[in-house]
């Protein structure tokens, strides 16, 4: 059996016996969040943020809806997931946001990749490469407070003079606290990054992921990177609502009776108070949905969506299963599917009860759903 199932958009999603939880990513929703983030853009171009299996979704297919939409530049973590959208897009600028590995150069080159030089190190290695005949373009990444990835403010000042030299297509820094409007970092940022952008004038400029467009016009220089927007969970309070992307499904294995008072799952961590009927769900903790969603006595969990009404977790999730309170829901079957998160239940309300993100739960998703893609650009 395959790690993945996928279903093609022209096919219905039929059950599959193998898979105890289905994934329904809808490539219009997720083109339609790009536009939405274009035009939040303004003059500004957007690009696409396609790194972790594009937050988990998968990247080929997520990309290819991106460019039919209009999306012309594309943003990735690795080498790796720049090389698997090379066949689907093979004159699109890929930047591949870790930097450029050591004795990569030549590498990048061929595969038509563009690193962003974070260090000085990778700075002279490029240059190097590109002294002795090597092409190829990059970015620069500049740190403006992040404290993570980029060459420092006076590094970059050194820098400058050569962006010819390097084929610098980009200077970018990246905004830490973009998701708190009112953090005075946001300020500063936008501070050290304009005199970042005058220093390399002709070079266009991005400070903006998904939460900086919401910081106003002065944010979004010449492109912007929407990441998490794209995929349907919110970046920051601010954010209006957004298109679900992913819906994620687990088939009921069991429905069972319990007594009052009995406890369920591991750790006997919660107990009923009434008799009830429990479904057991066919996804856990090695599908991404995170075990602390789970509920206790003193706590409650995550819900779940079937038969047009919720129905609250009981007990600790397993690697493998979930068990949800249908005592109110008496058609729930053995067979049927529980939406864990969706148009029902936002992704977002989940992560807040496992106290996480949107962003953890994407990227963590399984490679044991059932995967179907509807629509397109």
Known sequence: MESSIFVTAERPLAEDWRCGGRLVVDLASLAD????????????????????????????????ALAAAGCQTFFVALPSEGLRLRPPLPDAPIYVLNGLPPRAAAEFSR??????????????EWAAFRAAGGTGAAALHVDTGMQRLGVTLDEAAAIAPRAKALGLALVMSHLAAADQPGHALNAAQLSRFRSVAQAFAGVPASLSNSAGLHLGPDFLFDLVRPGIALYGARSTAAAPPLSTVVTAEARIVQVRDVAAGTAVGYGASEH?????????????????YHRRAGSTD????????LHGRRAPLIGRISMD????????????????????????????????????????LLTGLGRRYQRHYRGGA
């Open 272 to 288: 009923v108070r009434r008799p009830s009927r429990i479904a057991i769900l066919g996804a856990g903790y090695a599908d991404g």
């Open 111 to 124: 595969a038509g990749l563009r690193p962003v030089l974070g260090s000085a190190e990778e700075v002279d």
């Open 321 to 360: 299963l979930i068990a949800v309170d249908v005592t109110d829901i008496p058609e729930a079957r053995r067979g049927d599917h529980a939406e864990l998160f969706g148009p029902n239940i936002a992704i977002d309300e989940v992560a807040e009860r496992a106290e996480t993100i949107g962003y953890e």
């Open 33 to 64: 969040n790009w536009r939405a983030a274009a035009r939040l853009a303004g003059r500004a171009e957007a690009a696409g943020v396609v790194k972790g299996d594009a937050y988990g979704i998968g990247i080929e297919a997520a990309a290819t």
């Open 298 to 305: 003193e706590r409650p969990g995550a819900s779940v969506h």
